[in-house]
């Protein structure tokens, strides 16, 4: 599975930004595989961000995010979206995509396969 990101960039603390990822592959389907979020800040571990079930039938965020940030997902694109508001300095990070067959995974931020990254910064 390849994972594909985009739409980050700089904003301003109280702003939004729309995350898109385009998923690909010969094993892939939206039908099989749940998707997610995770980022990274600079000198800091992987931190769970939000995932959806395959399909889309549920979501699940981290505390941190929960209220501001919505997961979702076309089906028949392949495409997983995180549209992100009320930005904070402290959501500064590289957001990563993520994909796997077990929606667990995604949670833990152990997942099959995950895209290459797209940075996120939030000026106060």
């Known amino acids: 599975v390849q994972l594909q990101a985009s739409g980050g960039g700089s904003v301003q603390a109280g702003g939004s930004l729309r995350l898109s990822c385009a998923a690909s592959g010969p094993t892939f389907s939206s039908y099989t595989y749940a998707m997610g979020w995770f980022r990274q800040a600079p000198g800091k571990d992987r931190e769970f961000v939000a995932a959806i079930k395959r399909g889309g039938g549920s979501t699940f965020y981290a505390d941190s995010v929960k209220g501001r940030f919505t997961i979702s997902r076309d089906n028949a694109k392949n495409m997983v979206y995180l549209q992100m508001g009320s930005l904070k300095p402290e959501d500064t990070a590289v957001y990563f995509c993520?994909?796997?067959?077990?929606?667990?995974?995604?949670?833990?931020?152990?997942?099959?396969?995950r895209g290459q990254g797209t940075l996120v910064t939030v000026s106060s």
């Open positions: 993520t994909a796997d067959q077990t929606f667990h995974n995604i949670v833990v931020v152990t997942p099959e396969s």
